[in-house]
């Protein structure tokens, strides 16, 4: 069975990591965006191309981000590292011991990654002055 991936609700969880309101992803959208649209938007299990790209720009996050984030994948894929499968090269299906949540990981990368946007902006607009 093929999973399939939600693009409204990846929409959302990368525009929650960083920080972004719904209103303000509709103001960078267009006069044509609110609140509610963006609501409907999220809801969407697959968005058609062009807007997909448009919100990816808005985001600053690649558009395959937004096509193949699988939260399920990346949690497994985080708990592999506690769970002994890689250390004693076997698998097992022990998660209890966990000791971080998986998805705090992707985000503090997320959280990085606009810190040094923010810098690279920050060194454009100096030199432009």
Known sequence: MEKTIHQGR??????????IKQEALAADL????????ISLLEQKEEIEEPLLQQIADVL????EAIKNFDETAAITYFNTFQDGSINHGHFSPNYNNCTFNPLDKVIELYERMLKEKDGIIETLMAKAK
């Open 10 to 19: 990846n929409v959302k969880r990368f525009r929650e990591m960083l920080g």
């Open 30 to 37: 267009g006069d044509d965006w609110n609140q509610r649209k």
């Open 60 to 63: 600053k996050v690649p558009v």
